[in-house]
């Protein structure tokens, strides 16, 4: 079984630039995850995904990020204009929830550097 | 929100020694706990998990003991190998709701 795919798997682009993450997740998981990670610290969630609908996106800073899941399979996130500080890890993870424990699947991750 | 606490942030045993791995959790509503190994330029991986129902699960070197009252549970790695070296992350979550992950522990095994 396929996990869940990320691409590209890095990304260098100039600040005030747009730049694009995709991301598909594992067939059949309905819930999907848009992580940030800092260097040495834990993933925090940007936006969770069940199905089409965004139920989770408190955390992610609307003025320049976006996502979008079509038909509630692949997703896409968006930064622009990218800035030095979004510089990091971006994570997608895929689920399905309805499970007594919902395992969450990670991705290999998009290393973005902004200069 | 759930507030998780990882400690330590680094460890350092030698091979053969165990390591253990300690997070709190705020949220007395919280019910599934995972742990995730990250090795450099991978994403986290699933390595074990328990539910609020159960005190302990085992799975060969691995083990995870919850506390539900002290609201804490530990990673615990026995015989460690050089392949164990890695970051591990702990991560709580109530159902329905977002996972929420400590700061992680840089663990070293020397050989």
């Known amino acids: 079984e396929a996990g869940v795919v990320q691409s590209p798997r890095y990304k260098i682009i100039e600040k005030k630039q747009p730049v694009a993450f995709w991301c598909n997740p594992i067939s059949g998981h309905n819930t999907l995850y848009w992580y940030r990670q800092n260097l040495g610290q834990g993933p925090e969630l940007l936006i969770r995904y069940e199905n089409e609908e965004a139920v989770d996106d408190s955390q992610l800073p609307k003025d320049r990020f976006s996502a979008e899941r079509l038909k509630g399979v692949d997703s896409t996130l968006k930064i622009q204009p990218a800035e030095l500080g979004d510089s990091a890890v971006y994570l997608c993870?895929?689920?399905?929830?309805?499970?007594?424990?919902?395992?969450?699947?990670f991705g290999p991750g998009t290393r973005l550097l902004v200069l | 929100g759930e507030n998780v606490e990882q400690h330590p942030s680094t460890l350092s045993v030698q091979e053969g020694d165990s390591a253990v791995i300690k997070c709190t959790y705020s949220?007395?509503?919280?019910?599934?706990f995972p742990w995730y190994k990250q090795e450099l330029g991978k994403g986290p991986q699933l390595i074990i998990d328990?539910?609020?129902?159960?005190g302990e699960k085992k799975d060969q070197r691995i083990a995870v003991t919850l506390n539900k009252t002290a609201k804490h549970f530990s990673l615990h790695i026995t015989e460690t190998q050089p392949e164990d070296s890695a970051v591990y992350f702990c991560?709580?979550?109530?159902?329905?709701?977002?996972?929420?992950f400590g700061t992680g522990t840089s663990l070293t095994v020397i050989p």
């Open positions: 993870a895929s689920s399905f929830a309805g499970q007594i424990q919902e395992t969450q699947y």
């Open positions: 949220d007395s509503a919280s019910n599934y």
């Open positions: 991560a709580a979550k109530r159902t329905g709701n977002q996972f929420y």
């Open positions: 328990i539910r609020s129902n159960v």
